[in-house]
């Protein structure tokens, strides 16, 4: 990868790629909500489901109830810094149809909100030079502070001028912007945004889907994935990561639109992607209800394969099925 003043990215689609993206296009044309209430609300929670998972990738310790909380102004009990940067990443998502994801000028608007009260540079590139840690050792460099600006035009002359299908040009684009790693901190939270923004603009159906959580569940391939390109000198290996992600997502999203579940039912499924091995009576005492009407619902989750139990009462899990 040379990143000296110009992005030029390297890459190749090949066959398994072509069939996953196949694939992805067969699933968006199958699923159909006409219902505008239950659209408005899958939108919703694909939204905090989408805030709460790229803001646990970073490390933020607050629940995904907590970040629903917060989206309905609710107030909760947490770090200060950490309420606040689900604020700021609530208003930004809130607003993502606002934005074009060919603007730069959007790009640095975006990451200034996402960042309020943070930084003092947010909404501007860095000025000094940045490293990608682990184990407090530096695994990656970025380019010098001095390059970004030109970077960073590049990337966007290219994401332009490409033509190439969406889904695959948000998962260089990905790429790309966090080697170039162009702000002192929010890089790993605007990229997935951006990736976000880009899916949405090719398909309005991308916003019940919160590809997000998926990336979250599967951090550590998201991480080897960057590594390997890094390594390789192309972006092949992140494209097939982040085109199964979106495929998979879809796959939970059917689940659902083919199957209209009800608040309680909705509740267990979040509190099981939160946490695979909470029990029945904690899911009673969090929503608020008899354990006899969570084992109710539970049953009719299972017979309609949408979740299923792992294992013995005692050690096992739970597992949203695809």
């Known amino acids: 990868m040379n990143l000296f003043d110009k992005i030029i990215p390297i890459f190749h689609i090949d066959d398994e790629m072509k069939k996953i993206i196949e694939e992805i296009e067969r699933k968006l044309n199958i699923i159909e909500i006409n219902d505008r209430q239950k659209r408005k609300y899958m939108i919703s929670k694909a939204k905090v489901r989408s805030v709460h998972s790229s803001l646990a990738i970073e490390a933020n310790s607050l629940s995904l109830f907590d970040v629903e909380n917060i989206s309905e102004n609710k107030q909760v009990i947490g770090k200060k810094d950490e309420v606040q940067e689900v604020k700021n990443a609530i208003e930004v998502y809130n607003h993502i149809n606002e934005y074009d994801y060919k603007s730069e000028k959007d790009l ?51 994401i332009n001028d490409s033509g190439l299908n969406t889904i695959i040009l948000s998962a260089i684009f990905h790429y790309y912007f ?70 998979s997502s879809l796959d939970k999203i059917i689940i659902n639109s083919n199957f209209t579940l009800n608040d309680i039912q909705n509740k267990i499924i979040e509190l099981i992607t939160n946490n695979n091995r909470i029990t029945q009576n904690e899911i009673a005492n969090i929503i608020g209800v008899n354990v006899r009407t969570i084992k109710r619902n539970f049953k009719i989750l299972i017979d309609n394969s949408i979740v299923e139990r792992i294992g013995s009462d005692k050690t096992g899990y739970w597992q949203i099925l695809k």
């Open 178 to 247: 966090v080697s170039i790693h162009p702000f002192s901190d929010g890089n790993g939270r605007l990229a997935r945004f951006w990736v976000s923004l880009m899916l949405i603009n090719y398909n309005k159906k991308f916003e019940f889907i919160p590809v997000e959580e998926e990336i979250y569940l599967k951090q550590d391939e998201y991480y080897s994935s960057i590594a390997k390109c890094h390594n390789n000198g192309n972006v092949n290996v992140f494209i097939k990561f982040l085109i199964n992600i979106i495929n």
């Open 108 to 158: 640095l608007e975006v990451h200034e909100l996402m960042m309020k009260y943070f930084d003092e540079d947010n909404g501007s590139y860095r000025n000094h030079g940045e490293g990608v840690k682990k184990n407090n050792e530096i695994i990656y460099m970025a380019p010098e502070a001095i390059l970004v600006p030109t970077l960073m035009k590049s990337l966007f002359d290219y």
